[in-house]
């Protein structure tokens, strides 16, 4: 029996679920809808939140109350407890499973993190993003007043440390040296080393391209120097959008064993991502 | 309240999970014990099976018969599925939970192999073991007439093919190229590439330091090119060590729990491996 998965939200993320949705073939695609919809007639076992990070909460309460289960890549990172405890009480009340913050960071760098803790408990992990694009610090350069378009870089340097490499196009008439100091004393840069650079076409840079050094020497049991690292360069929706469809997996897993409640992805068993025979799942990978 | 845990089994592995124990503050070590020794007394929430990887199922079985939780890292690839499968209605029968292959290959390597397969489900991950030394491949050349000591090194040459380096101690009188056709031709080597050098003293040469290098290319939705990598350099039993007494933790707290059974790494939530407070992990780790 295939699972029913509807999508809220068609940009970037929600484009990326419908493409490993249909590369699953226990997954059946029941609907995709604009945030703005109606939601009376969904038909769909699991909905994943495609929608702007702000919009998250109030859809996963909606569908939450129709029983029906939700998975989202949340990512502000310092709400995430606050919207586990928020969505917990709902999620039980009607037998229904979310799974939140599911993506890489949060999501699958979480798991990684919390691997390397139980394998090292004491030590220092460092999450060096990039180089990629920072969808937050974009969006505040933005809105900037003289700014046409903007692509904020995030430049990994090591021991968490980030340049931000800004790319501006500029309105007609305004002035470069203006702009600059407006991004040099904002608060989303003002703590990092920031370069300002105008260039004619922004659209000319855009990539999707991301990627993630994560590093970290730790103690086992009395034993120092234990090293570990994980690196990835990806498609940055692309890798968004399987999580989400792997932890949509996940979700109506727990729902059928009885196990409401609001989750994320250092919760669930690894092996409830996968499709497949767990037999042959065990077999392969362990 | 402290878990309360026992080691059966002395050596490398024992000792490490000694120390890894010792360096947890909710775990209280309630007992060593060697093989042979009479269990009639054990008094512990979980123990550690840290005897050789063959005597594991019948330990477990014991302490299983008692409702003790086991964790073991049981390394016999192709047998996991059957120890979990042999396991499970005991545990089950009896409340208590045994994590079996709990280590770092099997193990963490696994969790990490389940995980990449949820982000890029079609691809060929890679092992790359090493530097470091092969327990079963040492074992086969010290059986070998004529040689005194030996150490047979694993070396990763990338896409999981390995290179063997075993150093040979001889006995008085034996003949070296005889010795090293023995290795060539057994089994264990015939297949890999192996070199085979004789020295004055293997005692010398002998390090616990082993590694893994972790390789996935793959497709996320209908994006190739995805590319992941975890690599590791570290103490081989302090890791092994810790891994168990992480998993020790886990199988506590899914007896206690009410979910009984037999588990692999890759089917228990990474959270359950760490000490602490539940908020204060998600906030710090997710």
């Known amino acids: 029996m295939q ?6 939200g068609y940009g970037n993320i929600g484009r990326a679920v419908e493409q490993a949705v249909l590369a699953s073939e226990d997954m059946q695609l029941t ?22 990070t702000r919009e998250v909460p109030g859809f996963a309460e909606q569908m939450l109350q129709r029983g029906i289960c939700t998975v989202d890549s949340f990512d502000i990172h310092g709400q995430i407890y606050d919207l586990r405890a ?34 090292a408990p004491k030590g220092i992990t460092y999450t060096n993003f990039g180089p990629g694009r920072s969808m937050g610090h974009t969006v505040v350069v933005k809105a ?18 980030h340049r931000r ?36 076409s922004v659209d ?11 590093v970290r020497s730790g103690v086992s049991g009395d034993t120092h120097n234990q090293r570990f690292e994980f690196n990835m360069e990806i498609n940055n929706p ?27 992805m250092i919760e669930i068993p690894p092996i409830y991502m996968l499709p497949g025979d767990e037999e042959q799942l065990i077999r392969g990978l362990v």
Chains 1, 2 share one sequence.
């Open 238 to 264: 692309a890798l968004t959008g399987q999580v989400l469809v792997s932890c949509a997996r996940a979700a109506v897993r727990l729902q059928r064993e009885g196990r409401p409640g609001a989750y994320t």
């Open 165 to 200: 490499m800004v790319y501006v196009e500029l309105e007609d008439g305004a002035d470069f040296k203006t702009v600059e100091q407006a991004i040099l004393h904002d608060d989303y840069f003002v703590h990092d080393e920031t370069h300002v650079v105008q260039v004619p």
């Open 86 to 119: 928020k969505l917990m009480p709902l999620a039980k009340q009607h037998q229904a499973v979310s799974i939140i913050s599911a993506g890489w960071d949060p999501g699958s760098d979480s798991v990684i993190r919390a691997l390397l803790m139980a394998m």
């Open 204 to 214: 000319a840079l855009n990539n999707v391209a991301h990627g993630v050094n994560l």
């Open 31 to 52: 609907g995709i809808y604009h945030h703005n919809d109606n939601f009376d007639h969904i038909d769909a076992d699991v909905v994943a939140l495609c929608t702007p």
């Open 3 to 8: 699972t029913k998965i509807a999508i809220i």
């Open 144 to 161: 900037i007043a003289g700014v046409k378009d903007a692509l904020s870089m995030t430049i990994p340097l090591g021991t968490s440390i």
